[in-house]
């Protein structure tokens, strides 16, 4: 990506001087700059109220209680984790908020789902005889099959509120920023089908109930 985007940034630098159009290169950098700050400084106030709403339902209980609801889908998705354990957790909260459209808010509980899958999988290795290591252990630098479901399931994100694309429609002037809100329902139920679908045919060939 670092050279994918260096090397459309240098094309477009070297067109417009090829052109005689150098100084609307120079304008559209200075005016995208100004953009990108603005953008990120109206988004960071988005992702920080609805980050802050998340930890107030979370230390209310409300996540708890939700993730409790949540305990028969991570069973069929995760059948080898605990449901009370840290992992399952974190895997809960970042569902909660991708469910609910704030993705921005699902990464710190999805790279601490991610540590302590990882940590599980450390302790399953050191557990395994030495003989069967090779066959139903994965090794260091390979991802674990939860993580992998995990790590899926995340990509395709069920989303009831798409709020960051609602706040992107009202940031540049949409009429109806909501008119996003069922097609994007209908998009992510089947593309989280479809991964879940997939998910459990690796893991039936892999021999995991």
């Not at 709403?53 to 059948?79: D, H, T």
């Not at 395994?128 to 399931?153: N, Y």
Request: hydrophobic share 45%; glycine share 8%; charged share 15%.
């Amino acid at each position: 990506m670092t050279y994918l985007w260096g090397g459309m940034i240098l094309i477009g630098i070297l067109y417009g001087g090829f052109t005689g159009n150098f100084q609307a290169v120079t304008e559209a950098v200075v005016s995208s700059a100004e953009e990108a700050v603005s953008l990120c400084i109206a988004m960071a106030g988005i992702t920080a109220m609805w980050t802050g709403i998340m930890k107030i339902a979370e230390n209310a209980g409300l996540v708890s209680q939700l993730a409790g609801k949540m305990r028969p889908i991570l069973k069929f998705l995760f059948p080898r984790l605990n449901p009370d354990s840290p992992a399952c957790h974190y895997i809960s909260l970042n569902f909660l908020s991708n469910l609910f459209g704030i993705s921005w808010a699902s990464t710190s509980a999805g790279l601490c789902a991610m540590r302590e899958l990882s940590a599980l999988e450390e302790k399953r290795r050191n557990e395994m005889p030495p003989q069967g290591k090779s066959v139903q252990i994965q090794d260091s630098h390979t991802a674990s099959r939860e993580m992998c479901t995990f790590l899926i399931i995340n990509v395709s994100s069920l989303q009831l509120i798409p709020v960051n694309i609602i706040a992107y429609r009202a940031r540049y002037g949409s009429v109806d920023p909501t008119a996003i809100v069922g097609p994007a329902i209908l998009a992510t139920a089947v593309s989280t089908a479809v991964a879940v679908i997939f998910c459990k045919i690796m893991d039936y060939r892999r021999g995991v109930s």
